[in-house]
């Protein structure tokens, strides 16, 4: 099962759905983080050694950053993985989490990796070089 951290604007009852399906899942609510930029989010959620899920494609341009970033400086920082689901099917969590829990099965690489979700499936998103 797999370890993940719910951006503020997820429901949060796809926590509940995730964590009844053997998932370890905080949110951004449960962790005093309501209101914090992306990066916060990200960093924390790497710290937990957690994937994180969002439909903020603003974590598109942060996974870009962190991995150009660390690149350049020669580091090995690695985020344990960014999940973007479509916002518009938000509205139905229980899809979205039959949707993690299908892709987890093909044994998808997540750390460092972005993929990105409308309602046909997952689609890894290579960072810009």
């Given amino acids: 099962m797999a370890a993940f951290y719910l951006d503020e604007g997820i429901p949060i009852s796809l926590?509940?759905?995730?964590?009844?399906?053997g998932h370890d899942t905080i949110t951004a609510f449960s962790q005093g983080m309501k209101g914090r930029p992306d990066g916060h989010h990200l960093l924390l959620a790497t710290q937990q050694q957690r994937t994180v899920i969002t439909y903020d494609?603003?974590?598109?341009?942060?996974?870009?950053?962190?991995?150009?970033?660390?690149?350049?400086?020669?580091?090995?920082?690695r985020h344990s993985g960014i999940l973007v689901a479509?916002?518009?099917?938000?509205?139905?969590?229980?899809?979205?989490?039959?949707s993690v829990n299908e892709f987890l099965q093909t044994s998808p690489v997540l750390s460092n990796e972005l993929y990105v979700w409308d309602r046909t499936g997952w689609f890894h998103r290579p960072w810009l070089e």
């Fill in 86 to 98: 479509s916002q518009r099917y938000l509205v139905i969590p229980d899809i979205l989490a039959r």
């Fill in 15 to 21: 926590a509940d759905i995730l964590t009844e399906t």
């Fill in 57 to 77: 494609n603003g974590f598109i341009t942060l996974h870009d950053a962190w991995r150009r970033w660390t690149m350049s400086w020669s580091v090995q920082a």
